[in-house]
């Protein structure tokens, strides 16, 4: 296995800034704030990113086996933008 390092630190570039101050942030840290075992909330939450990111992994080889990344590219943004719309009125 080859590690493409530039691809690996825009990747977690990209994701760190787009995870500061998000909800999955600011649960991390009510629920730390409310227990006295804040390694157990990190061991937890990390956990979960990982599967959540490994999920997302796979998916994004299945889709690209049918889809088009322009396409891919472009729906995430359309349902990006549908989600921020939706907040934004309070439907979710």
Do not use: H
Request: with cysteine; net charge positive.
């Amino acid at each position: 296995m080859v590690i493409n390092w530039k691809l690996l630190w825009s990747t977690f570039a990209l994701l760190f800034m787009a995870e500061l101050g998000d909800k999955t942030q600011l649960a991390v840290i009510c629920t730390s704030a409310s227990c006295d075992r804040p390694w157990t909330v990190f061991l937890g939450a990390t956990l979960a990113l990982v599967t959540v990111t490994l999920i997302g992994t796979l998916a994004g080889q299945v889709f690209a086996r049918f889809i088009a990344p322009d396409i891919l590219r472009k729906g995430a943004a359309a349902l990006f933008v549908l989600m921020g719309i939706l907040m934004f009125f309070d439907k979710i």
